[in-house]
């Protein structure tokens, strides 16, 4: 089993900076690619970055420029820096990892349980 813990959500204002990490802990062989998404009510949840074992990095357009996404491999730990933050920024803020628990498993996807953050104009 693979557990996603994330922390350091809040309530920041309009410019402000949050990050976000997400710790990875179970049994893990390896971990193929890590992100982050986010729901804000009554939408659909939507990515908002990923980074690949390989170092390659997608954004969603509304995020580049603002938020970085960086990872620890030693600790199995992700983070999403975000500056600059927006109103529309507001949402609940899921990590995603997908997974390899074990050599010759295939990989799983898993989530961490959603990190709220505000942001007040």
């Known amino acids: 089993q693979v557990q996603l813990v994330e922390s350091g959500g809040g309530l920041v204002q309009a410019g402000g900076s949050l990050r976000l990490s997400c710790a990875a802990s179970?049994?893990?062989?390896?971990?193929?690619?890590m992100g982050w998404y986010r729901q804000a009510p009554g939408k659909q949840r939507e990515l908002v970055a990923t980074?690949?074992?390989?170092?390659?990095?997608n954004y969603a357009d509304s995020v580049k420029g603002r938020f970085t996404i960086s990872r620890d491999n030693a600790k199995n730990t992700w983070y999403l820096q975000m500056n600059s933050l927006k109103p529309e920024d507001t949402a609940v803020y899921f990590c995603?990892?997908?997974?390899?628990?074990?050599?010759?498993?295939?990989?799983?996807?898993?989530w961490g349980q959603g990190t709220q953050v505000t942001v007040s104009s």
């Open positions: 995603n990892a997908e997974v390899r628990p074990l050599r010759d498993i295939p990989t799983f996807r898993y």
């Open positions: 179970g049994s893990i062989f390896s971990i193929n690619a």
């Open positions: 980074i690949t074992s390989s170092d390659s990095i």
